[in-house]
């Protein structure tokens, strides 16, 4: 599995290949995206970065979570404000948002320049690219729920960049590479 830090770092190689590549370079870029598309109009990509809520709206965000490899491992503490289907472009402009998207793809890459990224790859604009992030109150609250996965995918008419669902069985099992499996 690969972190969404290690997504956006492939996401930022492939728009490069095909905006600045030879023949060769656009050509295998551009069948990496047909893949990716695929697998994000199917199931989406599960992640191996994960969110753990703490009071209020702290987080701790786990990219590489239960590697076997300590030194994979690298946990940053953001706040994450509720975001329930807010499209990246207006979280960017919250209080928070821009720090919350650079912790989320582990970079300190500027809020435009994430966004342009997702936009490339995606082939969506900001208004349809959308966050979600566990809730304060309601039926799966931050405080009942602390740890959340987080997954990639295309729906009919958005890009959801999902930190809201509690690991379930199927999901929980989804770590990064190295990951002793009992």
């Not at 753990?52 to 965000?61: A, L, M, R, T, W």
Request: glycine share 6%; with cysteine.
């Amino acid at each position: 599995m690969a972190s969404l830090g290690d997504f956006y770092a492939d996401f930022k190689v492939l728009k490069e290949m095909v905006e600045h590549g030879n023949k060769s370079e656009q050509r295998l870029a551009e069948k990496f995206l047909d893949d990716l598309d695929a697998d994000l109009n199917s199931k989406g990509l599960f992640c191996d970065s994960r969110l753990f809520y703490s009071s209020g709206f702290e987080v701790h965000i786990v990219h590489h979570f239960g590697c076997t490899i300590p030194k994979l491992i690298k946990v940053i503490k953001t706040i994450a404000p509720v975001y329930t289907g807010m499209d990246i472009a207006n979280m960017a402009r919250l209080s928070y948002g821009d720090t919350f998207l650079q912790a989320l793809f582990n970079t300190l890459d500027r809020p435009s320049q994430i966004i342009q990224t997702l936009e490339f790859i995606t082939d969506r604009s900001s208004k349809e690219i959308c966050c979600w992030t566990a809730e304060i109150n309601g039926p799966l609250p931050r405080a009942n729920y602390p740890e959340r996965v987080t997954w990639l995918g295309k729906h009919s008419d958005v890009f959801a960049l999902n930190c809201e669902g509690p690991p379930s069985v199927e999901h929980f099992t989804a770590r990064a590479r190295g990951v002793r499996v009992k």
